[in-house]
Nanobody, 124 residues
């Protein structure tokens, strides 16, 4: 059974940093593309970043230079390092898994499994 568990969310001041983690169980981590999405009330889920099993990466333009995605095969985990956080980064952040893992995946409906989400609140 595939499970994704996010952690690392919380309250941070503007300009601060957070590191989100997503632990993946189910023997699929090494063969999948991983993605981070975020969602605010009344809006569709939007892609933050994606990383393939080969390490190819994409980050949404509005977050480039501030957010970094990485993965650790030994720990079956994917991370989202968020720096210089802004008020508009406040959202629930989700990690997701997509098969196969050889291409970047940009649309939410192409992801097969999702975590439960972790809240990130940027506020002064």
């Amino acid at each position: 059974q595939v499970q994704l568990v996010e952690s690392g969310g919380g309250l941070v001041q503007p300009g601060g940093s957070l590191r989100l983690s997503c632990a993946v169980s189910g023997n699929i981590f090494s063969v999948s593309t991983m993605g981070w999405y975020r969602q605010t009330p009344g809006k569709e889920r939007e892609l933050v970043a994606s990383i393939t099993k080969y390490g190819s990466i994409t980050v949404e333009d509005s977050m480039k230079g501030r957010f970094t995605i990485s993965r650790d095969l030994a720990k079956n985990s994917v991370y989202l390092q968020m720096n210089s956080l802004k008020l508009e980064d406040t959202a629930v952040y989700y990690c997701a898994v997509s098969f196969p893992g050889n291409v970047l995946v940009y649309t939410a409906d192409k992801y097969n499994y999702w975590g439960q989400g972790t809240q990130v609140t940027v506020s002064s």
